[in-house]
């Protein structure tokens, strides 16, 4: 389980290299409700990924992310995570 999934995101991270900065699919979703006050950019990918896993499997209470996490897979997940720590503003 833990190889198929490192090796998933080794694909997901190749696909995000390749794409540069053009957000993927989903990822501007987020900024609706993670502006300010909810912001993700304290957050690594790892961390974010992490994160939608949990609210995925149910591990971690959600009023909303619960249902968010489950419309993405985990690769979609990981290519929105890696955006936002890669376009996070440095101010
Ligand atoms: C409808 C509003 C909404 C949208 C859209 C949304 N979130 Fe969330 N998010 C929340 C709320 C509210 C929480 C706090 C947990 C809860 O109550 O569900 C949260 C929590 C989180 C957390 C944990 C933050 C922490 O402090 O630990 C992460 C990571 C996260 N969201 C990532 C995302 C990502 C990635 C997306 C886009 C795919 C996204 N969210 C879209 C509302 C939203």
């Keep these: ?3 198929i999934a490192s090796t998933v ?3 997901a991270l190749a696909g995000v290299a390749a794409a540069q900065s053009l ?3 989903g990822a501007t979703s987020c900024s609706g409700c993670h502006g300010t006050e909810l912001s993700l950019e ?3 990918a ?3 990924v992490a994160a939608l896993a949990a ?3 149910g591990s971690r209470e959600a009023t909303v992310m ?3 996490a489950r419309g993405f ?3 979609e997940g990981r290519a929105i995570a890696e955006w936002i720590a890669e376009n996070r503003h440095e101010d």
């Design 66 to 68: 619960d249902r968010i």
């Design 55 to 57: 609210y995925r499997d």
């Design 23 to 25: 957000p993927p699919p």
């Design 73 to 75: 897979t985990e690769e």
């Design 1 to 3: 389980m833990r190889i």
């Design 42 to 44: 304290p957050f690594s």
């Design 9 to 11: 995101a080794t694909f």
């Design 46 to 48: 790892e961390e974010i």
